[in-house]
T-cell receptor
């Protein structure tokens, strides 16, 4: 059973507009959430994270929102640029999550296409 | 952040053989992790490698199949043993913690 779900396999957005990528999780033991961007033939690149004690974290064009009651988080990219076209992975982890403290639980990813 | 390199970047291997993947980091790190991404699937942690101790394997992964070495604080290897086509995946090493982790470029393995 998937504990981290990204229900949209793909998303297409016009350059300059907002991209919203969504992620849902099921395990309330998670207390950290991370977003990664992955280009073909490269490893995932860390983008931004958020602790469960916050509901928003912002870094430049990237903002992550966390709704703990809904077990939902989203990544907003404003404005979207063609170079943002990549696969975006949501991951969850926790200090007290069972197993290794480094265990990131990943979703399957959403492929974002930003059109000029 | 850390700069992580992996060798080889890709390989095609015959079933029944073994492949050793190397991971090199540009700074000393305590924990190194090995992940697998099977086609169409998400990344899954195989094991955690700490220097000077046995690797810790996640459920579903065993040392006989995926032996790991961690001889120092900047280097680790993962061996995929007695390969079958089901082992065709991207294998990635990473460093960091549960709140921030950095990945290498990955090794794309195809088993025929």
């Amino acid at each position: 059973d998937q504990q981290v779900k990204q229900n949209s396999p793909s998303l297409s957005v016009q350059e300059g507009r907002i991209s919203i990528l969504n992620c849902d999780y099921t395990n309330s033991m998670f207390d950290y959430f991370l977003w990664y961007k992955k280009y073909p033939a490269e490893g995932p690149t860390f983008l931004i994270s958020i602790s469960s004690i916050k509901d928003k974290n912002e870094d430049g064009r990237f903002t992550v929102f966390l709704n703990k009651s809904a077990k939902h988080l989203s990544l907003h990219i404003v404005p979207s640029q063609p170079g943002d076209s990549a696969v975006y992975f949501c991951a969850a982890s926790g200090r007290n999550y069972g197993g290794s403290q480094g265990n990131l639980i990943f979703g399957k990813g959403t492929k974002l296409s930003v059109k000029p | 952040s850390a700069v992580i390199s992996q060798k080889p970047s890709r390989d095609i291997c015959q079933r029944g053989t073994s492949l050793t993947i190397q991971c090199q980091v540009d700074s000393q790190v305590t924990m190194m992790f090995w992940y697998r991404q099977q086609p169409g699937q998400s990344l899954t942690l195989i094991a955690t490698a700490n220097q000077g101790s046995e690797a810790t394997y996640e459920s579903g992964f065993v040392i006989d199949k995926f032996p790991i070495s961690r001889p120092n604080l900047t280097f680790s290897t993962l061996t995929v043993s007695n390969m079958s086509p089901e082992d065709s995946s991207i294998y990635l090493c990473s460093v960091g913690h549960f709140y921030e982790q950095y990945f290498g470029p990955g090794t794309r393995l195809t088993v025929t």
